[in-house]
């Protein structure tokens, strides 16, 4: 069946068909939908429309949305890195804002628990990314496999990504619980540790592993369905070129599976990597930064410098920072995952 | 036809007519803010006589205490209308005044009589005076409260336990007047079977978060000799914040920590504390005493089964309890401010404040607490009592919020991680809290 012939019959799928097509039928029925427009449209705005050019209508009904746009992106960030300048602070609203120049930025840079933060952080984006890949890819890679009831698993396998974090959060807070806890349980009776001994939240050893643990379980599904793509992007005449000439599994898998499917990988590790460089909600809700500042992220370090500490000009520079640092590093990922494309 | 016209212009009129008043009736409700706690279920109950003696309709803003803080402070540095009156917590005071959020209250005092003089002095100088001890108010007190203990009276009356204690001891297994005592006690209970369930020693603050920890460890250190500043001199904290009896304070918080806590108890604060008591799963329990209203009323752990003790003497004798509690405030964005005024002259009654001791809030006025009758009026009444006179709080200045955030990050750096010593701890304390107040042009 032609693509042509695949819709209802309504005329809107004729503009699919092939360019002699478009030309009789789908101009026809242009000209009607202009004529009826023009006919419904009141006469003083139908005269100022007519004024008005091609690109004038587009910038006109484009504008709204440019205007949201600068009004809740745009202008916050030119706020931000003004007041990032400052020693604005949020809670005094009768304090003279005075220029501190760069003061924020030095200050920050110099401060070893900013440091320590952004250690964690790296911590727990290279774990989180190295895990949710491995496992991701590999359960796509069984998954592609169509083996009998495939798609019930895929299904399954999906569900933690569908839950809110707050829901995830507090669910494994229940689990890792030492004297109620299934997690704990479960350690124990393999162990035989007891279970009152596994700190997973108290312990500074343990948490920052227990966040990699709920972030992996949850957002691996989702690298499992970018390599999934992949997987079946792959067409399957190649795969039969290399039967023919007789090159083993293992030889497919380094030559056609990996190579093929490394811009999706990379895809995924680019949005994980974003995500879990800003990640806030489940850190708080499981360690809330402890023991100590063990599990302390950037993100934690920039909401409480922010809205508990309240020093805005100095938590708006430290917003900054790490805007650019994203912003820079994932522009060269980008630019590497491009290569790898053209390749 | 006319009777008909007649009938549409009356209930027209009707209709009209009710709106109104509703629209008036409104206009005059007033909003107050505070926390979602049992206290302010206890106030909603209050507040009806306001409605019923005024006319004037009250609505309740009450969000949860992980979220209050941020929740009104946000509201009243955005210059919000949303409360009318405002509870606020006691370390807001300095920067409500000085940011002009809070109403000043002296000139309303002195035309309606009301005198400072008849509230609880710790809870003057801590709800309502900014500059502290000096006649300068921003709030009338409101709802007393300070850090406590409860304990579980019948583990400690247990034949078997009580001897075993003695030969352990020496001494009679009771409520402990002294910190070493509780950390004994503590130590005797943890992990100890009480009719089949394992049990620990004590549960207190450590949570990372908010104020927790911070309003824990102070009442440990406080009694062994904590200091904020040197009394001749403002500010100046070295020697006094990591003095050598502050850095025994912390440790032995830290000991108390390490030896004496449920598993897993290394972000507890009032909830988790009273969860842990409810469930019978320690013999002790810090908390604040607006919690203990609710332990007496509980069908497992309450009635004969719980006590209450002061927080203990340090070992040179000293003995100081953390101040919680507030003040009521007039919000200065308030539109309603007459009719905010009036709660205010109203709730400093005597007789409303006597009810609302009797319904579960903890009155600051002295015709209530010192009334002969009040000791025996609840099982914590007395212990109430002692501990106010005892208490001592935390930093109120303006930038009391990076103040607390400093001591939340080291207390908890080194009791519940383990990281550094003590003296690292209060150290990096001293040179946070210098920086801040360097910042404010303090120092």
Partial sequence: ?343 | MKSTLKLTLGLTSAMFASTAVSNVAQAEDLTLCWAAWDPANALVELSKDFTKETGIGMKFEFVPWTNYADRFLNELNSKGKLCDLIIGDSQWIGGSAENGHYVKLNDFFDKEKISMDDFVPATVVGYSEWPKNSPNYWALPAMGDVVGWTYRKDWFSKPELQKEFKEKYGWDLAAPTTFDQLKQIAEFFQKREIDGKTVYGASIYTERGSEGITMGAMDGLYSFGFKYENPDKPYEMDGFVNSEKSVRGLEFYKALYDCCTPPGASNSYMGEGVDAFKSGQVAMHMNFAFTWPGLQKDENVGGDKIGYFANPKGPDGDQFAQLGGQGISVVSYSDKQEAALKYIKWFANKDVQAKWWSLGGFSCLNAVVKDPGFPASQPYAQTFLDSMAIVKDFWAEPSYAPLLQASQKRFHDYVVAGQGSAKDALDGLVKDWTEVFQDDGKM
């Fill in chain 1, 1 to 343: 069946m032609s693509r042509a012939t695949l819709g209802t019959g309504h005329s809107s799928d004729k503009f699919h068909c092939r360019d002699d097509q478009v030309t009789e039928a789908g101009l026809t029925m242009l000209n009607r939908t202009a004529d009826s427009v023009a006919r419904a449209t009141p006469e003083p705005l139908a005269r100022k429309v007519r004024g008005i050019s091609d690109k004038g209508l587009a910038w006109l009904f484009i504008s709204p949305t440019i205007l949201l746009l600068l009004a809740i992106n745009i202008f916050p960030l030119f706020w931000a890195i003004y007041l990032s300048f400052t020693n604005y602070r949020a809670n005094r609203p009768n304090e003279v804002v005075r220029n501190v120049g760069l003061a924020n930025y030095k200050r920050i840079l110099g401060d070893q628990d900013i440091w320590i933060a952004m250690q964690t952080t790296a911590h727990f984006v290279f774990w989180t990314i190295l895990l949710q890949t491995l496992i991701g890819f590999t359960l796509a890679w069984l998954i592609d496999r169509k083996f009998r009831g495939h798609a019930f698993w895929t299904t399954i396998i999906l569900v933690p990504m569908m839950l809110s974090p707050a829901v995830v959060g507090n669910f494994w807070r229940f689990l890792y619980e030492p004297q109620i806890g299934l997690f704990a349980y479960a350690i124990s009776f393999v162990t035989g540790i007891p279970a009152t001994q596994i700190g997973m939240l108290s312990n500074v050893s343990l948490a920052p592993w227990s966040i990699v643990i709920v972030d992996t379980w949850m957002w691996t599904p989702y690298v499992m369905l970018i390599c999934l793509a992949g997987l079946r992007s792959i067409p399957e005449y190649i795969y039969e070129a290399a039967e023919v000439d007789r090159a083993s599994n293992w030889r497919q898998f380094w030559s056609i599976t990996l190579p093929m499917a490394l811009p999706f990988i990379m895809l995924a590790v680019l949005f994980r990597g974003i995500e879990n460089f800003k990640m806030f909600d489940m850190v708080n809700l499981l360690t809330g930064g402890g023991p100590g500042s063990t599990t302390e992220v950037a993100s934690i370090t920039l909401k409480r410098q922010a809205f508990e500490s309240w020093r805005t000009g100095y938590s708006s520079a430290f917003a900054i920072i790490l805007f650019v640092a994203v912003f820079g590093l994932a522009n060269i990922y980008v630019k590497a995952l491009n290569k790898v494309k053209q390749r």
